[in-house]
């Protein structure tokens, strides 16, 4: 059964960057047909899909965050990470590591449990 | 992009049925089959229950069920039982390439 597990600091300074990673237990990034990516859900509002990789390294994102984001992968500790650039509070929400699926990868077939991510000084 | 719009909250009887509806656009739900159902427990990760709007995962009861006419796709859940009582939120592809995800809708198992 496919695990993944977020981690990384709960607390980011505004304008500075958010980075985390995510580690995968149970099966390889590097099996082919699934994309590895993030999705948030900031308090109270509805979940946002950030992007997410291939584990050939091709990458597909969020226009709306597109400029701030970088996906990457290391299929040597089978992770992948996230990095989100001058964020601000507005970036404050709980982010998942996700498992994509299906023809157009529209199917999220595995969650993380999901780390809380508080941007304050 | 647009977002897919769910009721905030349904409720039910154990042994009822409920529909929760995502209302989307000829964007997204209306030009795709790539609609999917999640489950969220307080606490948990989400669950997949529902993907290419009607398909369930293996493992997934039958009771719940999906659908979809026109810009509308609906997550049925009949034999309601106290462990439906969750979060349930759905998604689609776009026409840009992205995907879009509903508000999320209460379910209260009375």
């Known amino acids: 059964q496919v695990q993944l597990q977020e981690s990384g600091p709960g607390l980011v300074e505004p304008s500075e960057t958010l980075s985390l990673t995510c580690t995968v237990s149970?099966?390889?990034?590097?099996?082919?047909?699934?994309?590895w990516g993030w999705v948030r859900q900031p308090p109270g509002k509805r979940p946002e899909w950030i992007g997410y990789?291939?584990?050939?390294?091709?990458?597909s994102y969020n226009p709306s965050l597109k400029s701030r984001v970088t996906i990457s992968v290391d299929t040597s500790k089978n992770q992948f990470s996230l990095k989100l650039t001058s964020v601000t509070a507005a970036d404050t929400a709980m982010y998942y590591c996700?498992?994509?699926?299906?023809?157009?990868?529209?199917?999220?077939?595995?969650w993380g449990r999901g780390t809380l991510v508080t941007v304050s000084s | 992009q647009s977002a897919l719009t769910q009721p905030a909250s349904v409720s039910g009887s154990p042994g009822q049925s409920i529909t929760i509806s995502c209302i989307g656009t000829?964007?997204?739900?209306?030009?795709?089959?790539?609609v999917s159902w999640y489950q969220q427990h307080p606490g948990q990760a989400p669950k997949l229950i529902i993907y290419?709007?009607?398909n369930r995962p293996s493992g997934v009861s039958n009771r719940f069920s999906g659908s979809k006419s026109a810009n509308t796709a609906s997550l049925t859940i009949s034999g309601l039982q106290s462990e439906d009582e969750a979060d349930y939120f759905c998604?689609?592809?776009?026409?840009?390439?992205?995907?879009?995800f509903g508000g999320g809708t209460k379910l209260t198992v009375l």
């Open positions: 996700t498992r994509w699926a299906g023809e157009m990868a529209a199917i999220v077939d595995h």
């Open positions: 149970g099966g390889s990034v590097r099996r082919g047909s699934y994309y």
């Open positions: 990789i291939y584990y050939s390294g091709s990458t």
């Open positions: 000829t964007s997204d739900v209306g030009t795709f089959n790539y």
């Open positions: 290419e709007v009607n």
């Open positions: 998604s689609s592809y776009t026409t840009s390439s992205t995907r879009v």
